[in-house]
């Protein structure tokens, strides 16, 4: 287990600059310092108040041998009201210079916050840039549910993941999902490696023993699902039909058993365009590195990240988070189950439109408690309402995941296959590139749904304690004989059961193989899913 760098005691000039800061609210300017954090409940310190960034240009230079990160970040933003100050987030790294609008300016750093003081005010709406030259060796940082992330040394690299807080341990910004941007990252490492990260690529050039990778993105990205993974990676390049360019980086060690599965990544993008809306971005693709390089696969924006090959079942997850998540971004980390309750979702659907499981039966049985091989793990589904994770370390929790979706099923109950195939691809829409928080879904939903009656999918399955009551089988359910009885479905898999209208269900190859799901998505103590 890596050790964290110890906090940093409060430098001098922090002291310094805080002391200045406060006497400026009394000054009569109307200018006042931007106050860290910008609310989360969960993660109170992620993010700040007072400014909105707009595009991330970030230069690095890392030497994997050295273990040793250069960079120089510089932040546009717009003043959200008068600042005299203002924060910015990054955990470890020792600053070395930060400017405001090419001007010196005065800083000071306590814990991940790094507050920074300009030398003349910045008025509302104006725009700025700050550029922040910094170094070290990153951290590797351990969430509240003890999964690691930030910056994550590889056997030939670095791999950096942010969900919730790790990107703050490699660049400076605003980390938190409700302040999105775009990006622009050029990275130097030694030649014989690659740089792959978000986006789509913008060059490469090779001075002497280096070589400079470039990353543009071009669509908002909140920075948890920034990433950067440096190492040797073979790549591969294709095109979805619909001309979507597809980009993967795979480990070698990797390549054999990974080729299958991404190579369906055309196939399951154009099955999501079916079903979710047109792709949120300008590219898509994989990263896969070696099992073990991180505990679990993660959702990152374009390019998901995954430590060894996925299954097909995990790629469908991964992909899906590209509209719910990525493009409709959660306001604050509470709303974490509008990510994961979809991706589930979308597992699910896809399993019944390929011969599997139908959803219904899925839904059947979670609540019989024979959805897990363990049983803690049937019992935790019903452990916390999936609006309302307890603290941060349950935000990645079973019911966020499993529960959520349920929640999604029961509102498919209530409406139906078309208006809830219509659904899917209207919250997409609704919120495409931005962030939406739990009471904009139900409102969406009602919206949606004007005659329908939605108390008891809120009360009971979103925000209730404990197990809601078995469901009374509706129309919905009557009309396909799912869900009828008091007891387990133990029947077998219903082949061919109706998919969503509009949707072509698949057949092929992979039908009535089993989807063992055997990496996890970010998780805290994530059961295995049972082979299908
Ligand atoms: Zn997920």
Redesign the pocket.
Known sequence: MRLRRPPRALSLTAAVLLTVSVAACGEGSGASAGRSGVGDRYFPKAGNEGYDVLHYALDLGYDPGAYYLTGTATITARATRDLSALNLDLEGLDVETVTVDGATARWGRAGQELTVRPRDALRRDAGFRVTVRYSGAPVTVTDPDGSEEGWLRTADGALALGEPAGSMAWFPGNHHPSDKATYGLAVTVPKGLRAVSNGEPAGEETKGDRTTYRWRVGEPMATYLATLAIGRYDIGRATTAGGLPVYTAVDPEQAEASRAVLARIPEVVAWAERTFGPYPFSSAGAIVDRPGDAGYAL?TQNRPVFPGAPGIGLLV??IA?QWYGNSVTPRTWRDMWL??AF?TYAEWLWNEEHGRDTAQRTFDALYAGEYFPAAESNEALWSFPPAEPPDAAHISGVPVYWRGAMVLHRIRQTVGDTAFSALLRGWAQEHRHGTADTGDFTAYVEKSAPDEDFGAVWEDWLYGEGKPRRPRAGPWVRALGLGSGPGPCAGPARAGAPGLPGLRPAGGSDAGAGVRQTLT??SWAMPTRPEA
């Open positions: 959702e997850h991964e988070h990510n994961e991706a998505p970010k």
